[in-house]
Structure formats: C-alpha cells, structure tokens
C-alpha cells in the first residue's frame, strides 16, 4: 500500500500512499508508514523525508468503518504514533499534497515540518459531520495558525483550499506553475542540498521543541477525551452507523 524511493543521491526519502480509493489511512495503512519511516531513521546522510498520494488525491483520512468505537481503541494510539513518529523524526519532513487532503490525511500533513501543494489541493476536516472531531488537529492546528482558524475548520468541517492554507502561513508552497513534483525538487536543490545532513537533522530537532511540548501533551488529552467520552455519546455511534448505511444521521444530542 506504500511505495519508497530515494533521490538525490541517498538525500531524499519519498514515501507514497497508493491504495485505492483515496489512499485512506487504515490500520494497515499506518502500520506500513511507521515502518517505512523507521528504516528512513537508520539511513545515514538523509537530509528530507516526503509523503505524497498516488492517484488523484492525498488521502481521504481514516477509514471509516474503522471509525466504530470497538476499533477505535486500537486504530486511534496507533495512529497518532504515526504522528509523533514523524514529530521526532531526524531530517526535515514535508508532505506533498495534491487532490483531497482530509481528516486523518490533514493531520498527518500537520505532523510535517511543511507542506507543498498544488494549486487545486484542498484541506479540511469532515469529522463534525459524523458527530467527531480530529484529535491530532485539535493538538496540532492552532499551534500551526491561531485557535480562531483552527477552530474555524474543526467546527465548520468546511474544506479550504491550498491557497487560503499558505495564506495562513501553513502551506510553504503552492506551485501554480509547475508540477508538484517539479516543485518538490526546486525545493529540495535550493534549500537542502547544499547544507550538512547533520546539521539539518539538529535543527529539524530544535525547530520542533516549542511545538512537540506543546502538541504531545494536548494529542493524549485529545485522544483521551475522544476514545472515553466522545465515543460513549448515542450521536457519536449515530454519525459513523449512517455514513455506513448511506443515510442521513438522526442526532438526538446526546
């Protein structure tokens, strides 16, 4: 379901996403990014990790039947593992975006140091349709861009495209231009190549000292109010049974 690629002489570790539809982030999925990720650890001279989608899109987000609450117990701490994997990780990290970039997808693009993205990419967080919420983009989006943006998009659901992220300071890039992977390797020969390994990976780790302090405990407060509360309410079940079934949710609020 992933596929690994090194460039730039060793330099540079692509990981791609290639699972029909969506690229979602099963399991299965995450098991095989956290692996991949751990070999990218052991390589000596790695100065960029990338995570990009085949097809059409980033990734939908989460599987969603995954989403019912007996497999959440196990599917939710892996998942933001995956996160912090990628928050300690040794080397400057980014994810390229092209498509629909959702959910779970969302936040692991919010666990990159960067994002690239191609002008018709969108973000977003759907999970207030099925009576949720991303609790890796509660933990990491406002820190990435204020309370009132972050709190905008968790409430709303709304997605918002590449452009209006990179105005808010999120998305590095948007590359009307050229292709994405184009603008991936411009980026790589100007910024990277020409700079030390291992000075990338000591500022990498200094870089994200404020924001792992601040985002690992508020991802466990996270994920403990969504896997012992949220989960326990009758609409929580309601959202993701009807998405399911394919009809509309009955909400009792409560």
Same mark, same amino acid.
């Given at each position: 379901?992933?596929?690994?690629?090194?460039?730039?002489?060793?330099?540079?570790?692509?990981?791609?996403?290639?699972?029909?539809?969506?690229?979602?982030?099963?399991?299965?999925?995450?098991?095989?990014?956290?692996?991949?990720?751990?070999?990218?650890?052991?390589?000596?001279?790695?100065?960029?990790?990338?995570?990009?989608?085949? $097809?059409?899109? *980033?990734? %939908?987000?989460?599987?969603?039947?995954?989403?019912?609450?007996? +497999?959440? =117990? &196990?599917? !939710? /701490?892996?998942?933001?593992?995956?996160?912090?994997?990628?928050?300690?990780?040794?080397?400057?990290?980014?994810?390229?975006?092209?498509?629909?970039?959702?959910?779970?997808?969302?936040?692991?693009?919010?666990?990159?140091?960067?994002?690239?993205?191609?002008? $018709?990419?969108? *973000?977003? %967080?759907?999970?207030?349709?099925?009576?949720?919420?991303?609790? +890796?983009? =509660? &933990?990491? !989006? /406002?820190?990435?861009?204020?309370?009132?943006?972050?709190?905008?998009?968790?409430?709303?659901?709304?997605?918002?495209?590449?452009?209006?992220?990179?105005?808010?300071?999120?998305?590095?890039?948007?590359?009307?231009?050229?292709?994405?992977?184009?603008?991936?390797?411009?980026? *790589?020969?100007?910024?990277?190549?020409?700079?030390?390994?291992?000075?990338?990976?000591? =500022? &990498?780790?200094?870089?994200?000292?404020?924001?792992?302090?601040?985002?690992?405990?508020?991802?466990?407060?996270?994920?403990?109010?969504?896997?012992?509360?949220?989960?326990?309410?009758?609409?929580?079940?309601?959202?993701?049974?009807?998405?399911?079934?394919?009809?509309?949710?009955?909400?009792?609020?409560?």
């Amino acid at each position: 379901m992933i596929e690994t690629a090194i460039e730039r002489d060793g330099a540079w570790l692509r990981i791609a996403m290639r699972s029909v539809p969506g690229n979602l982030l099963s399991l299965a999925m995450v098991g095989e990014l956290r692996r991949a990720i751990a070999d990218g650890r052991e390589r000596r001279g790695l100065k960029w990790l990338t995570i990009e989608g085949a $097809g059409d899109d *980033f990734s %939908f987000g989460a599987k969603i039947h995954e989403h019912l609450a007996e +497999a959440m =117990a &196990a599917v !939710l /701490p892996e998942t933001h593992r995956l996160f912090k994997d990628l928050l300690a990780f040794p080397s400057p990290t980014t994810a390229l975006v092209h498509g629909r970039c959702l959910g779970g997808a969302f936040e692991l693009a919010l666990a990159c140091d960067d994002i690239i993205a191609a002008p $018709g990419a969108t *973000f977003g %967080f759907p999970e207030i349709r099925l009576a949720a919420f991303p609790p +890796a983009g =509660a &933990a990491l !989006l /406002p820190l990435r861009v204020g309370a009132s943006r972050a709190a905008r998009a968790m409430i709303t659901g709304d997605p918002r495209p590449a452009q209006y992220w990179h105005e808010a300071g999120l998305v590095s890039v948007v590359a009307p231009h050229v292709s994405l992977e184009n603008a991936a390797r411009d980026w *790589f020969d100007r910024h990277l190549a020409p700079l030390s390994a291992v000075a990338l990976s000591h =500022a &990498a780790h200094a870089s994200r000292l404020t924001l792992r302090a601040q985002a690992e405990p508020a991802l466990d407060a996270a994920e403990r109010l969504y896997l012992t509360r949220l989960l326990g309410t009758r609409d929580a079940v309601e959202g993701i049974r009807a998405w399911i079934e394919n009809r509309r949710p009955r909400w009792e609020n409560r």
